[in-house]
C-alpha cells in the first residue's frame, strides 16, 4: 500500500536527530530512541554539549503541531523522545530570562495546523507505550479537553470547550433529531439534540472531540433530554465561556477505553489508546505537589474555579472619569453565593496570560466548589482541568 | 443537630411559602375567540357561548361566568338549555352531543360535563344518517329531538341519554304521508329545523331542506299537518298563539302559513321578498314576537340584495312602521331577543347577537333602540392590541376623573341596566381599584376597571388628533342618507383597520398619584399627557430628538415621522397632550418612563435613548448607545431580512396571480403554471435539504440591536458617593449595557427656569451581553425603591437611605446584584445556564401572607420564553416557585404578559381575550357565583316559554 512509501528508514527508527538550540547558537546530536535515559542525564548532555555547565535552563522542544512544549522530568522527555520523527527541535533558555508565553502557543505554527487533542482520537494500537504522566500545569496551557473520563461511561465523551482569550469562534451548529434508547419496554426512539454542522477553523472543528450528528447529552452538567432545540442553544450560549458537553459521539470507535482496574485515572491520554496513567488529577493539586512558586496572578489562569465560573469577573465597570475597571467582588459576597470565585482578577494581565504558563499552589486544592446544589454541577467539577 | 435545625427551617420556609404563593388562572376577559354558537336559557336568565376551539362560556349578569373546555378538539356548533333546568346540551362538529350542568358546590356553581352521546344508527347506515343537523330540547325538559342529515328525527331522554327508538319519526314514516301533489317522491334532505308547537308541547314541527314543514303528533306518531313549501327552507318559527308558521328560505324570502286547526294541507297566506326584485341572499333565521299593543316585531337574518349588499352582515328588525338593518361588523353567528315579564314571555326588550368579533345588545324598548354597553365580552381587540400596562391601586380622585371623563364618551348607549341577570356574583369587592391600559394599532388607549371579574371599560383616548393623517375623520358620516334602501345603521365598535400602522401605541406610563401619562409609539412618538376635566383648544409642541449623535454613514429606510398638526387642536375632557418628542430616526420606542416628582420623560429606541423635561419642554439628555457597524438597526424595521415566509408568500402569489392570468387571457396558462409551480416546488426542496438548526456562538458586541434600549429606570440611590443620594437614570440595552446618569434637578422654586442636568455616572458592560430586561435599585433594607410621589402620598414607607442601596440588574439570562455606589458583583442568580429559559418578562411585586395581614414579602415575578412564571425573592434573588403557564409555542401570549403589582397578571390567549392568572395566595380575583333554578315553574300552558329558538347550524 502507499503507506509504505512513509515508513521511516531502519537508521531513523533506532536513532533521535537533535537539534538544541541556545540563544543563537545550534547544537546537533543524536539519541538512541530505544534507550533514552533519564530526563537529569539528558540536562547534563544539554549543558555539556552546550558549554553552559552552570546555567538554569528551561527546555523546550517542537512538538509535531508547532507547538513549544517543556522538558522537565522523565515523562515529558520520554515522549519527546518518542514522537520525534526524525529531528527533535529544542530550545534552551535561562530560566531566569525565560519567556513563558511562548509555550504552549502557537508560536512555531506552521502552515499546516493540526489539532493538538487530535493525537488522542488517532487510532494506534500497534505501538504500546509507556504511560504518560501530565506534567505540571504551568507546563500547559489550557486546551479543550476530554474530561471526567472516568465516571462517565466508555460510550459518552464529556468535552470542554476552552474558548479562553481565542479568537476562534466556537463553531459548531446543533438540530433536533431522534435518537434510540434502550428501555425496559425495548428500544424507543426518543427525541434528542445533534451536532449538525462545524465551521471549519472554529474551536469545535479543530479541536476535534465533536463531530457531525454526535448526540448532545448535556451541557454544563445538565440534562438536555426534554429540552427544545432553542432551550439548548440558550443554554449553550449562557454557558459559552466554558462550555462542557457531554456527547455521544456517532463514530465510536474511538472511545477511549479504560482499564478495569483504574485508580480513579483521569483522561491523560495522549496516544490514541489512552490507559490508565495511575496518577489522579487531584495528586497534583495537594500542597506538596506545588513545586515553583510563581505571582499570585500567574496561579488563577488557572484556578479551577476560574474555568468553573464564567464571565462574572470581567463584567466591566467604566466610571464617571472614563477608565475601564473590571468589577471588583464585594467583600460579603463569598458566603451569600458560593458559586462565586473568591480572587480578584487582573484584566491587565489577560492579554499575555492567554496561554501563558502558570504553577500549581496549594490554592488550587479547593477543586470542587464546595455547596453547589445541583450534583449535576459538582460532576464537571471534578473532572480533569487540562489534558494534552 | 445542625442539618436538623436546618431541615427545620427549611421546612418552615416552605410553609411560608405556601402561604405567599399560589398559582390560578382564574377569569378569561374579553371577547371569545372564534365563537360558534349562541345559546339562552330565559328561566336562568344565563347565555352561553360556544367556540371552535371547544369551550363553553356562560355569563349571566355582570361577574357570573363560568367556563367549560370540551375534551374533543371540536368547535361547537349548536347549545342548547333544557327549559327550565340547570343543563345545557352541545352538539359538537364530530356529531356528539354533551350535557352539562351548573353544580352548586360550597355556595358556587360550576359547570360540569356530565354526560357525553353519539348517535349510533342502524347497522351499515351511512353517517349521514345519524348525523346531528337540529336539535329541539322539548319543553318538558326530558325531551331531546334530533334531526338528522339523513332527514330522520331521533328522540333521546335526557339526561341520561337514552334512545326511544320506538318513538323515533324516520323519513320513511314522513314521506308516506306527504301529498302526492309535491313535488314528486324525490328526497325531503335533511332536517333543517324542530319546533315544538308553543301551545301543545305534543306537537313538533319538522322543516324539511327541501322546504317541506310536517307537525307531528308525538302521541299519535303521525303527521297533522303538511306545509307544502317549495324554496329550500333555512329556518322556522312557530307565532305564539300556536296558530302561524313562519318559515324563511335560501331564495331571500319568507313566508306566513295558517295551521289552525286539523286541517292536514296548510296554506300560505303570504309570501314576501322583503329586499327584493333582484335576487337575495338567504335569510337564515325568523323570529316574530308579538307586542301588548300594535303589530309584533319581525326579525330576519340576512336576505340582503345579493349584487349590491351581499357583502353586508346584517339583521333586520321590523315594527309597526320602523324597518331597520342593523349592519354588523362582521359575520352573524346567532341571535335572541330578550322579553319582559316574570315567565319572559312579556314585550321584547333587548335584541342580543352574536357576531364572530362581538357580542351587541340592543334596547328595543328605547327610541331610536340605541345599543347597550356589555359588562363582559368586550371586544379587547376592536383595534389590534400593541400594548398594555397595569396600574394597581388607583387613588379615588383619578379613578374618578378617568371615569367622569370616559362618561362623557358613552352617551350614545342606552341608559338601560344589562338585560342579563342570571345568577348572584358572590365574589368580595375587590380590595382596591386597578386600571388595566391597553395601547392599539389605532393610536388608541383603552383604560379598563380590571379591579374584578369584569374587565369594563372606562375610558378611551385617541393618540391621533395630534397628527395629521390620510383618514378623513367625516369618512363615517355619509351614511343614513334620505330613502336609502335597504336602511342600514351600523352598529358594533369591532374596526381592525387602522388608518396609519405609525399611529401605534408601543409604550404607556401612568403616574396615578399626578395623573400625568405619557404614550410612545411606533414612529418613535412620545406624547405627555394631563388629565384635564374640560375640554381645551391647544397647540402640542414638538420637540425632536436625534438619536444618532452625529453617527454618520447611516440610512433610514423605515417609515417617515408622523407630522405633527401645527394648528391649535380641540382636546375633549380627558387626557389631553401638551408635549410630544418625535426620535430621529424615527424607529419604535422600546422603553418609556415617567417620572412625574421630577417632571421627566425618559424614552428609548434601537438607536439610543434621550431624557426629557416636560416641564420646560426640552431634551436633557440624548445618548447613541448604536454600534457603529450594526447596518441592521440603523436601517429600520427588518428592511434587509428576506424571511423564508417572505419567499414562499411571494412564490404563492406568483402562482395565484399566474392562475388569476389564466382565467383572462387563455394563453400559456399551463405552462406558467407549471413553472410556478416548479419554482415553489424547488424552494419547498431548498428549504427542506437545509435542518433547522441553531449556530452555537458567545454573543459579540457586533451582534445587531445591541444598542436597542430595552429598559428605563429613574432611582433616587447612592450612584457616585455613599453619603449623597441623588436622583440617576438608569439604562440597559439588547448588548448587556448599562447606563448610568447622574441627574442635576434645580431646587423646586427654580425648577421651571433652571435646566436639569444630566452626568454620565457609570457603564457597566456584563460579558454575557444578554439583553438588559430589568433595573431595579434595592434600598438599605433591600426593598426596591417605592415608585415617584408614593412617599409624598404617604402611601409607602419611605426607602432606607442609611444602609448601603444596592442595583439589580436583569438580564435575559441571569439575575445579579451589584452594591452600589462602587458597583461590584454581590450575587446572582443563573436562569438560562440551568435550564435554557430566558426571562421575557418581568416585574416586582408585594405578596401578602394569607395567615396573616401584616407580613408580606417583595418578590420578583418573571416570565420566561418556556411560558414558565417563577417568583424571585428580594433582595436574596433567590427562585421561590415556579409553575408552567404558557404554552412556549404561544409566542404572541408571551409577549403580551403584564404583571400587576400584587402578585397578579395578565396575558393574551387570543387576540381578544386576556387570561388573568394570579401567584399571590391572597390577593386571587376569581368568579365566584351561584345559579339555582327558579322553583316557581311556569306552568305549561303558558306560551312559549322557549323563545331563543334553535341554534341555527353553522359550519
Not at chain 1, 538550540?21 to 543524536?30: I, N
Request: glycine residues 8%; proline residues 7%; charged residues 20%.
Amino acid at each position: 500500500m502507499n503507506k509504505h512509501h512513509r515508513v521511516p528508514s531502519n537508521r531513523t527508527l533506532s536513532s533521535v536527530e537533535v537539534k538544541s538550540k541556545f540563544g543563537a547558537e545550534f547544537r546537533r546530536f543524536s539519541l538512541d530512541r530505544s534507550k533514552p535515559g533519564r530526563f537529569d542525564e539528558f540536562y547534563g548532555l544539554l549543558q555539556h554539549v552546550h558549554r553552559i555547565p552552570n546555567v538554569d535552563l528551561l527546555v523546550g522542544y517542537a512538538d509535531v503541531h508547532g507547538d513549544l512544549l517543556p522538558i522537565n522530568n522523565n515523562d515529558n522527555y520520554h515522549k519527546a523522545i518518542s514522537v520525534a520523527s526524525p529531528l527533535l527541535r529544542l530550545f534552551l533558555q535561562r530560566k531566569e530570562e525565560a519567556d513563558y508565553s511562548a509555550f504552549g502557543t502557537d508560536s512555531l505554527t506552521r502552515p499546516k495546523k493540526t489539532v493538538l487533542a487530535a493525537v488522542l482520537l488517532r487510532p494506534d494500537a500497534n505501538r504500546k507505550k509507556p504511560p504518560v504522566i501530565i506534567s505540571l500545569p504551568r507546563d500547559f496551557r489550557p486546551v479543550s479537553s476530554i474530561i471526567d473520563v472516568d465516571i462517565l461511561p466508555e460510550t459518552h465523551r464529556r468535552v470542554r470547550l476552552y474558548k479562553h482569550g481565542q479568537e476562534k469562534p466556537l463553531g459548531f451548529y446543533i438540530r433536533d433529531g431522534s435518537s434510540v434508547r434502550v428501555t425496559p419496554q425495548g428500544l424507543e426512539k426518543v427525541p434528542g439534540i445533534f451536532i449538525s454542522r462545524m465551521v471549519p477553523g472554529g474551536l469545535a472543528e479543530s479541536t476535534g472531540l465533536l463531530a457531525v450528528n454526535d448526540e448532545v447529552l448535556e451541557v454544563n452538567g445538565i440534562e438536555v433530554q426534554g429540552k427544545s432545540l432553542d432551550q439548548v442553544t440558550d443554554m449553550m450560549i449562557a454557558n459559552s465561556h466554558n462550555l462542557i458537553v457531554t456527547v455521544k459521539p456517532a463514530n465510536q470507535r474511538n472511545n477511549i477505553i479504560r482499564s478495569s482496574g483504574g485508580g480513579g485515572g483521569a483522561a491523560s491520554g495522549s496516544s490514541g489508546r489512552s490507559s490508565d496513567s495511575g496518577a489522579s488529577f487531584y495528586g497534583y493539586f495537594t500542597p506538596g505537589a506545588a513545586i515553583v512558586t510563581t505571582p499570585a496572578h500567574i496561579i488563577q489562569n488557572f484556578h479551577p474555579e476560574e474555568l468553573e465560573s464564567d464571565e462574572d469577573e470581567e463584567d466591566l465597570v467604566i466610571e464617571a472619569d472614563g477608565e475601564a475597571l473590571p468589577i471588583p467582588r464585594a467583600a460579603s459576597a463569598s458566603c451569600s453565593m458560593p458559586s462565586l470565585p473568591r480572587y480578584e482578577p487582573h484584566l491587565n494581565l489577560r492579554s499575555t496570560a492567554n496561554g501563558a504558563l502558570a504553577s500549581s499552589t496549594g490554592s488550587l486544592s479547593t477543586v470542587s466548589t464546595p455547596d453547589r446544589g445541583l450534583e449535576g454541577r459538582s460532576l464537571e467539577e471534578d473532572g480533569t482541568l487540562i489534558t494534552l | 443537630m445542625k442539618r436538623f435545625r436546618r431541615h427545620g427551617q427549611e421546612s418552615q420556609r416552605e410553609r411560608i411559602k405556601q402561604e405567599l404563593y399560589g398559582f390560578n388562572k382564574t377569569v378569561e376577559h374579553g371577547f371569545p375567540h372564534q365563537p360558534s354558537a349562541l345559546g339562552f336559557s330565559p328561566s336562568l336568565q344565563l347565555l352561553a357561548i360556544g367556540t371552535r376551539s371547544g369551550a363553553i362560556k356562560l355569563y349571566g349578569g355582570p361577574g357570573v361566568e363560568f367556563m367549560g373546555l370540551h375534551d374533543e378538539n371540536a368547535a361547537v356548533t349548536q347549545v342548547h338549555f333544557l327549559p327550565h333546568q340547570v343543563e345545557l346540551v352541545t352538539l359538537l362538529d364530530d356529531n356528539s352531543l354533551h350535557m352539562w350542568t351548573l353544580r352548586a358546590h360550597h355556595g358556587v356553581s360550576e359547570l360540569l360535563e356530565i354526560g357525553r352521546f353519539t348517535l349510533t344508527g342502524p347497522p351499515g347506515a351511512p353517517p349521514s344518517v345519524t348525523r346531528v343537523t337540529a336539535v329541539l330540547a322539548h319543553s318538558s325538559g326530558d325531551l331531546l329531538l334530533l334531526g338528522t342529515e339523513g332527514g330522520h328525527v331521533f328522540i333521546v331522554k335526557v339526561p341520561g341519554f337514552r334512545e326511544l327508538e320506538e318513538r323515533n319519526i324516520s323519513l320513511e314514516k314522513v314521506t308516506n304521508g306527504v301529498p302526492e301533489d309535491y313535488g314528486g317522491r324525490r328526497s325531503l334532505e335533511h332536517v333543517e329545523s324542530l319546533q315544538e308547537n308553543p301551545v301543545n308541547p305534543r306537537q313538533v314541527l319538522i322543516g324539511y331542506g327541501r322546504g317541506l314543514m310536517v307537525i307531528w303528533d308525538l302521541d299519535s306518531q303521525s303527521a297533522v299537518t303538511h306545509i307544502p313549501a317549495t324554496q329550500q327552507l333555512e329556518s322556522v318559527w312557530w307565532t305564539e298563539d300556536g296558530g302561524h308558521v313562519l318559515s324563511s328560505h335560501s331564495d331571500g324570502s319568507y313566508c306566513r302559513w295558517k295551521v289552525a286547526g286539523d286541517d292536514p294541507q296548510s296554506e300560505q297566506e303570504k309570501s314576501e321578498v322583503p329586499y327584493g326584485h333582484f335576487p337575495c341572499k338567504a335569510i337564515s333565521k325568523i323570529i316574530q314576537l308579538p307586542t301588548e299593543q300594535g303589530p309584533p316585531f319581525l326579525f330576519l337574518s340576512g336576505g340582503m340584495p345579493r349584487a349590491s349588499y351581499g357583502d353586508r352582515h346584517c339583521i333586520s328588525v321590523i315594527h309597526s312602521k320602523t324597518h331597520v338593518a342593523l349592519d354588523f361588523t362582521s359575520r352573524i353567528i346567532d341571535f335572541f331577543v330578550i322579553r319582559d315579564g316574570p315567565y319572559h314571555t312579556g314585550e321584547p326588550s333587548a335584541l342580543v347577537v352574536l357576531v364572530e368579533e362581538e357580542l351587541v345588545v340592543i334596547d328595543l324598548q328605547t327610541e331610536g333602540w340605541p345599543v347597550i354597553q356589555t359588562p363582559y365580552l368586550v371586544p379587547l381587540h376592536c383595534s389590534a392590541i400593541t400594548c398594555s400596562h397595569h396600574v394597581s391601586a388607583i387613588p379615588l380622585k383619578l379613578w374618578e376623573r378617568v371615569l367622569s371623563a370616559g362618561a362623557l364618551q358613552n352617551t350614545h348607549y342606552s341608559k338601560k341596566p344589562w338585560p342579563m341577570t342570571g345568577g348572584q356574583n358572590l365574589a368580595p369587592d375587590p380590595p382596591q381599584r386597578d386600571l388595566l391600559l391597553t395601547g392599539h394599532e389605532d393610536g388608541t388607549v383603552r383604560f379598563w376597571d380590571a379591579s374584578g371579574v369584569c374587565l369594563y371599560p372606562m375610558y378611551k383616548l385617541s393618540t391621533a388628533g395630534v397628527f395629521l393623517t390620510d383618514s378623513d375623520p367625516n369618512d363615517n358620516l355619509n351614511q343614513g342618507t334620505e330613502g336609502e334602501w335597504p336602511p342600514f345603521r351600523k352598529v358594533g365598535c369591532f374596526d381592525p383597520y387602522s388608518d396609519d400602522p405609525r399611529l401605534g401605541i408601543q409604550k404607556i406610563h401612568l403616574c396615578k398619584y399626578s395623573g400625568y401619562l405619557t404614550v410612545a409609539g411606533t414612529a418613535g412618538q412620545i406624547l405627555v399627557l394631563e388629565l384635564n376635566d374640560e375640554a381645551a383648544e391647544q397647540t402640542v409642541e414638538a420637540t425632536v430628538a436625534d438619536l444618532l449623535q452625529g453617527q454618520e454613514g447611516f440610512r433610514w429606510k423605515g417609515h417617515t415621522r408622523l407630522e405633527v398638526r401645527e394648528e391649535p387642536v380641540t382636546f375633549p375632557p380627558g387626557f389631553q397632550p401638551f408635549a410630544l418628542v418625535q426620535c430621529q430616526p424615527p424607529a419604535v420606542v422600546t422603553a418609556l418612563t415617567l417620572h412625574s416628582e421630577w417632571k421627566l420623560v425618559t424614552f428609548g429606541t434601537s438607536h439610543g435613548f434621550g431624557l426629557y423635561d416636560y416641564q420646560q419642554k426640552n431634551n436633557v439628555l440624548v445618548r447613541c448607545t448604536l454600534n457603529p457597524s450594526d447596518q441592521l438597526a440603523m436601517e429600520g424595521p427588518l428592511s434587509r431580512v428576506k424571511s423564508i415566509k417572505k419567499s414562499l408568500r411571494q412564490s404563492f402569489r406568483r402562482i395565484r396571480r399566474s392562475r388569476v392570468s389564466l382565467r383572462k387571457h387563455h394563453v400559456n396558462n399551463a405552462a406558467k403554471l407549471q413553472q410556478a409551480n416548479a419554482r415553489l416546488e424547488a424552494e419547498l426542496a431548498e428549504m427542506e435539504l437545509a435542518p433547522v438548526q441553531r449556530k452555537i456562538e458567545p454573543r459579540s458586541p457586533d451582534d445587531s440591536f445591541t444598542g436597542l434600549v430595552r429598559t428605563l429606570y429613574f432611582a433616587d440611590t447612592f450612584i457616585s458617593d455613599s453619603s449623597h443620594n441623588t436622583p440617576s437614570l438608569w439604562a440597559g440595552t439588547n448588548g448587556g449595557s448599562v447606563f448610568a446618569y447622574q441627574l442635576r434637578l434645580p431646587p423646586v422654586e427654580r425648577r421651571g427656569e433652571d435646566p436639569v442636568t444630566a452626568h454620565p455616572a457609570k457603564e457597566i458592560q456584563l460579558m454575557h451581553r444578554a439583553p438588559v430586561v430589568g433595573i431595579l435599585v434595592l434600598d438599605g433594607h433591600g426593598s426596591p425603591l417605592p415608585e415617584p410621589l408614593e412617599v409624598a402620598h404617604d402611601l409607602a414607607r419611605s426607602p432606607d437611605m442609611q444602609g448601603s442601596h444596592s442595583l439589580l440588574v436583569i438580564s435575559e439570562e441571569q439575575f445579579k446584584v451589584f452594591t452600589l455606589p462602587k458597583v461590584s458583583a454581590k450575587m446572582k442568580l443563573k436562569l438560562t445556564a440551568i435550564d435554557g429559559s430566558r426571562v421575557r418578562r418581568v416585574g416586582v411585586a408585594w405578596f401578602g401572607s394569607t395567615r396573616t395581614d401584616d407580613y408580606g414579602e417583595s418578590g420578583l415575578t418573571v416570565l420566561t420564553n418556556q411560558g414558565d412564571l417563577h417568583v424571585v425573592s428580594l433582595p436574596g434573588v433567590k427562585l421561590q416557585v415556579q409553575y408552567p403557564c404558557i404554552r412556549r409555542e404561544d409566542v404572541s401570549g408571551i409577549a403580551s404578559c403584564v404583571f400587576t403589582k400584587h402578585g397578579q397578571g395578565f396575558y393574551l390567549i387570543s387576540p381578544s381575550e386576556f387570561e388573568r392568572f394570579s401567584l399571590s395566595a391572597r390577593c386571587v380575583v376569581e368568579p365566584r357565583s351561584l345559579v339555582e333554578v327558579s322553583s316557581e315553574t311556569p306552568s305549561t300552558t303558558l306560551p312559549r316559554a322557549l323563545p331563543d329558538g334553535a341554534s341555527v347550524e353553522r359550519r
